[in-house]
């Protein structure tokens, strides 16, 4: 369902020449959970603008459904593609309460915004976040800036699939969390995929995770992708199985190779 074909992204900035994205080929099929280890600078962040529209590339072509979206913009490809960053402050509106924000989140639906939300809507809202099970159906009328980070997070996860993207990418969406909230919300995320089908690509520093998460994984390395594993040999692999694999390409990465966090021992259990 999503396919990219000879895609490649060069940035320039006076003599500064950076290929982020070597010619590369993806393919991702309906209901994959694709995840995307690498070392800094590997390309991982700018695959994701690339399949976002955030970003155009240099040369090649992006598909999503059979149609070619490498021109649209990323406004519009919004409508398909959800999409949760790193930075629990950035996938939600801080000055508009819980309630308000997942009314914005319908958007996507193709309903208007109202300032007063209907009783059944709010009632369908309190359902929806009691659902996580973190307090939030308390706290409808409260502004998103007084939630924690975890609450946020996980707020800005219900607000991604409240209505079903055809994909969805997660870039390093745990990252800025502790340990405790990182589990939290790998596994909220874990089930709405599931729920919904929804085919999704994680970037992540953290290769237990990696590993313990989705049915396929690839490793990237200067813009190009240098190992893929799906399947059982991706479900039977190792942290220092990668650990090798890395080694093996002579890359040093003291974020990659030490971080290694407890949250995926909920993940996997």
Known sequence: MLTLKNVSKAFNSGADHVQAIQTLDLSLAEG?????IGSNGAGKSTLLNLIAGTVLPSTGRIFLDDQDITS???YRRARSIGRIVQDPLAGTAPDMTVAENLALAMKRQGRGLRLALPRKLRIHFRDLVADLDIGLETRLSCP?????GGERQALAVLMATLVPPKLLLLD????ALDPANAAMIV?????????SGLATLMVTHNMEQAIAVGNRLIMMHKGEI??????AAKKHSTVDDLVDLFSRRHIADDELLLKRMPETSAVAA
């Open 32 to 36: 994959d959970f694709l995840t995307i």
């Open 72 to 74: 649209v913009p990323a």
């Open 144 to 148: 998103v800036s007084l939630l924690s």
């Open 172 to 175: 390093e969406h745990t990252a």
């Open 187 to 195: 596994q909220l995320t874990e089930s709405f995929v599931d729920r």
């Open 226 to 231: 240098i190992h893929e594993l799906h399947g």
